[in-house]
Nanobody, 119 residues
Framework: QVQLVESGGGLVQPGGSLTLSCVAS????????MGWYRQAPGRERELVAT???????SYVDSVKGRFTFSRDNAKKTVYLQMNNLKPEDTAVYYC?????????????WGQGTQVTVSN
């Protein structure tokens, strides 16, 4: 069993930046994929970004060029750098770990961290 703990959420003005972190209780390099998902009020949870154990990244179109997903296996941590944040980025952000390549359902979830983009 692996536990994932997110941090770094908060309130930020439009155009601002935040960096989310997700620390795992065990090794993350055994997972094929780590992912960041988000769920806005009244909407379904969506996949925002993924990073493979080889370091390849992918992003949903709405965040391309603004978000950067990175990993530090030694620290058992993944990061989501979010720049030029928009009100529509407001959501609870969840870290997830996948044993298998995408497309696949996550095997582990974090508890989520709230990101609010507002004046």
């Amino acid at each position: 069993q692996v536990q994932l703990v997110e941090s770094g959420g908060g309130l930020v003005q439009p155009g601002g930046s935040l960096t989310l972190s997700c620390v795992a209780s065990g090794s993350i390099d055994s997972f094929d994929v780590m992912g960041w998902y988000r769920q806005a009020p009244g909407r379904e949870r969506e996949l925002v970004a993924t990073i493979s154990n080889a370091g390849s990244t992918s992003y949903v179109d709405s965040v391309k060029g603004r978000f950067t997903f990175s990993r530090d296996n030694a620290k058992k941590t993944v990061y989501l750098q979010m720049n030029n944040l928009k009100p529509e980025d407001t959501a609870v952000y969840y870290c997830a770990a996948h044993w298998q390549r995408m497309p696949s359902d996550p095997d582990y979830w974090g508890q989520g961290t709230q990101v609010t983009v507002s004046n």
